[in-house]
């Protein structure tokens, strides 16, 4: 892990020990939440001075002032059972929240804190909120609702197979090392995606035509996606019906 400004011994061992593929996205999610200037391709910056010097003094000016500020490290938690009533919105002044085991509960999980959370082990809840922010799971997950939002610039990853009732995204990207079993599946902006196979009763996807319709209670006057009436719906502890 040469690459990430982490110099957390017990993370690094912790992410030897994952599959390969959750190892990569983390550590890009890493990169990604925390830029590591040190590691700014050579080559890139040379043909940059080439073919685009207004650019590359530009972009140089920017590296120095970067340089000058203070370096942050990265806080993580490592976070246990002992934790009965731990909520994963609360962050422990953490960047990275390492829940080791299975984590099981009967209520919703909201994680909107623009950080990665990890789960080492299995994930059951009711609904599964992931607003701008990483989830990776190394296990599987039952939930009725899993929902992503990011501005497609974050992801949910899970090593194992998913069980819900719905699978939805608004700008996030899913990805499932296994099998994906639920009765509807909705993309709107993004996608959710099987390493192995997908099941679903009905599946919606915004820039495909289908014969299956996003239900009058989740889309707003214009017949679009509304965020706040599908999370509004799924909290409401009411039978419902996603898509028609």
Excluded at 27 to 53: H, Q, R, S, W
Excluded at 86 to 101: K, P, R, S
Excluded at 133 to 138: D, G, K, R, S
Aim: glycine share 4%; hydrophobic share 35%; net charge negative.
């Amino acid at each position: 892990h040469k690459k990430m400004n982490i110099k957390d011994k017990q993370f690094e061992a912790f992410l030897d020990n994952l599959p390969n593929s959750l190892q990569d996205s983390i550590e890009g999610a890493i990169d990604f939440l925390k830029p590591n200037i040190d590691v700014i391709d050579e080559d890139f910056l040379k043909m940059l001075n080439e073919t685009n010097p207004e650019f590359y003094e530009t972009m140089k000016k920017g590296m120095l002032e970067l340089e000058k500020q203070p370096k942050q490290d990265i806080k993580i938690k490592f976070i246990n059972r002992e934790f009965k009533d731990f909520e994963f919105l609360n962050t422990q002044e953490a960047d990275i929240i390492v829940w080791e085991g299975n984590y099981i509960t009967d209520t919703d999980i909201l994680i909107n804190t623009s950080k990665i959370v990890i789960v080492d082990g299995n994930l059951t809840c009711n609904n599964l909120i992931v607003n701008d922010a990483y989830l990776f799971v190394n296990g599987n997950v039952n939930c009725t609702v899993l929902f992503g939002a990011s501005g497609n610039d974050k992801m949910t990853q899970i090593t194992q197979d998913i069980n819900a009732k719905s699978i939805v995204e608004n700008g996030h990207y899913t990805f499932v090392d296994g099998g994906i079993y639920a009765e509807e599946i909705i993309m709107i902006h993004n996608e959710i995606k099987s390493n192995k196979e997908v099941k679903a009763n009905q599946i919606f996807e915004s820039n495909v035509e289908s014969k299956n319709k996003l239900t009058i209670e989740i889309v707003d006057n214009n017949g679009f996606f509304d965020e706040g009436k599908f999370i509004s719906l799924i909290t409401s502890n009411q039978d419902y019906k996603l898509l028609k």
